[in-house]
């Protein structure tokens, strides 16, 4: 006969926990999960931001760009100045159609048309034909206006001059701007991306786990014969759910330490692009997302013994990511500060600080406590009610 | 020992028990037969603990399983008739499992481990992912599971089902050595032959009560049935004309 120990419910936990463990980390869907998903959207960002960094950072007056023109050889003074500031010419369309087609689908950045009745001397208007709906071709409009309008003060300049008037006569009021906002402001727009996928994939980290553990088992007809063993279900289903909260960790680990490492390598690719939060901050998210992992797990746990198969589940746990994310995204371009009410709220309190960690403000110590409180206790409740729900007849009898 | 007292257990619509008795005696095989739908697996779980009944009772060993679940499931080992293997677990990772969650640890597990995989025959796979496994192999390691703790009292669904002629005579010879150590045993079976060879006592249940029970020559005598199979159709046949006649 083996040897009996007193053998503790905390003893039983880990039994339970240590085989979910071993179990799941010989399954192919589960490591995928923990760590190849949670690659996929560092990379996703770190890509657009060397894109973005390429196409829209840098100093622009610096790089040549090229106008199509139509008649620019009737306006020789604009056409050198213009030429002057780095604008090169390429021949136009041959028809106003085809012009605003080769404009409107993006082949051209923008068409310059010098009317006819131009003569180079006296006053004319030129037609920029742009679509405002393709950020390159708004910067090459708003760049060509700027060189156009800089034009008309050096002329108006000169025939003040010529007059006996002094420099400026003719505009009263100049505009030279100083840009303070760093280059990196478009890298600034991407790390803000960070929370809501960090979120999303805090809410799949451990889902297939804790759908296999319960659900699953039921399936496989598994979950019978473990209920036979002289366990307390809540003890069960403590164990299970601390194994998909290890699977959780494990992902939001890989999730967070391949955001620093894309991004860092990203922002390194120009230099204009500042570089991301360091790694002290990304440990500090990592502490912060704790509770989130606890209640995402638990709402996971609570969804999987209420479904009656596996592919009910996953249908409402494929789900489950998207509604704490969704906010973090609206988020990005419409920031919500923090209040004592706001970080009260289960999620929406990790998502703020997550924001501010990312922006490299320093958190309120007194809202990291009342986010983790709220969100932990809302955990606890949830968790609890799914125990109750698994202590039902219906969750592990099999037909 | 195993006693069931008049359980009776609903499902919505369905009256799983009616009223079912019976008492499974040490160093005794009892078989517990009837058609499907009868109430068999639904009386197992509840002697298991998976499921309370309406009304009335099961003890193990005494210990009423309502009241201490967890004490009489110490005293007890199931073979479920879905085996529900972890496809990821060796054969002997799953024995170690349920040893361990019943408190079986160290060395004296791993002697015990090693001692069921030997008398069950399970050398050659013991260390294999149980994906993959045959029939055969999957009862056996069911068996190992459900024998680790060294339960006094089992309770066999359909232990033979599924299996080839070799896997089921060595099944029929395990339960003839634990009768033989004293243990008390509750089996399920469809299979009349295995059943006459197996069972010193049987317990015909229909519509979720008993309709007969004796020692298999009390109720060959009590039908008028030399055959098994016979003397079962026989007292299935009579307890529908009394159903019948009650209504």
Known sequence: MSEKTSNGWLRRVWIVLKKELRDHSRDRRSLM???IYPMLGPLLVAGGLVLAGKTLQGDFREHAVTVSA??????????TYLENNNVRFSAAPPTRQAQEDAVREGRLAVVLIVPQSADGQGAFTIELLTNTGRVDNLRVTARLSAIVRSFNDHIADQKALAAGLPAGYATTVKIERTNVARDANIAVFFYNMVPPLVIFMIFLGGVHLAIDTTVGERERGSLEPLLLAPVERWVLLLAKALAAL???????????????????LAASSSERLVAPPGWD?????FAVTVPLMAIAVALQMSVAVITRSMKEAQIYLGLLPLVPALPGMVMVFSPMNPTDVTVAVPVLGQMLLINQLVG???????????????????????????????????????? | MIEIENLTKRFDQVQALSGLSLTAQDGRVTGLIGPNGAGKTTAFRIVYGLLTP????????GVNVAQDRMQAQRQLGVLPDVRGLYPRLSAREHIRYFGQLHGAHGAALEADIDELVTRLGMSDFADRLAKGFSRGQELKVALGRALVHRPHNLILDEPTNGLDVMSSRAVRELIAEMKAEGHCILISSHIMSEVSLLCDDLVIVAEGRTVASGTPDELRAETGADDLEEVFVRILARASSKAKAAQ
């Open chain 1, 70 to 79: 139509v008649g620019i050889e009737r306006a020789p003074q604009l056409k």
């Open chain 1, 281 to 285: 901050v990304f440990a500090v998210i």
């Open chain 1, 246 to 264: 290890a699977f959780t960790a494990v992902t939001t680990v890989v999730n967070l330490a391949a955001f620093r490492v894309f991004m860092g």
């Open chain 1, 360 to 399: 490299e403000q320093s958190l309120d110590p007194q809202h990291v406590l009342i986010a983790a409180l709220t969100t932990t206790l809302s955990a606890a409740l949830i968790f609890l009610l799914a125990a109750k729900w698994f202590r039902r007849e219906k969750m592990f009898v099999l037909g």
């Open chain 2, 54 to 61: 309406d009304m009335g009772c099961a003890r193990v060993d």
């Open chain 1, 33 to 35: 999960l923990a760590l």
